[in-house]
């Protein structure tokens, strides 16, 4: 129970609900946003960086939530790069062969990222034990 973070009240910045947010992320965070208007909000209309909006997500949802929002943010992300660099080769294949080689790009994009996640969890941990 030590390592959980200590919790504060915000309101949800799009409907005034009140949640809870980590106190560590109410200076990273510009705006809050409680579950069910994470699940209803036009992504559109969200703020670029994403990583100033904190979500309040129950621990339930979780494993529903983030494996969904990452393919959305590698494929928002990595598609334009791929399709600019390998376009004129993947007009050129059947549509079986694309989504071969899409999927493959996919895999791979999520296994680095996966990788270096840990890498970085690995890092932090190193960093705590010197101190």
Not at 71 to 87: C, G, I, L, S, Y
Not at 107 to 126: F, G, N, P, R, W
Request: hydrophobic content about 35%; proline content about 5%.
């Amino acid at each position: 129970m030590e390592n959980e973070p200590k919790l504060v009240k915000v309101n949800c910045s799009f409907c005034g609900k009140e949640i809870e947010c980590p106190e560590d992320m109410l200076e990273k965070s510009e705006k809050h946003m409680c579950f069910e208007c994470f699940q209803s909000v036009n992504r559109n209309k969200l703020p670029r960086d994403l990583s100033k909006v904190h979500v309040d997500i129950p621990m339930d949802k979780l494993n529903e939530v983030i494996p969904e929002e990452m393919t959305n943010a590698v494929v928002k992300e990595a598609f334009p790069d791929v399709w600019q660099e390998r376009k004129k080769e993947l007009k050129e294949i059947s549509k079986k062969e694309i989504a071969k080689e899409m999927f493959g790009e996919g895999a791979y994009i999520a296994i680095k990222s996966m990788m270096q996640a840990l890498k970085d969890e690995a890092e932090k941990e190193d960093m705590i034990n010197k101190k």
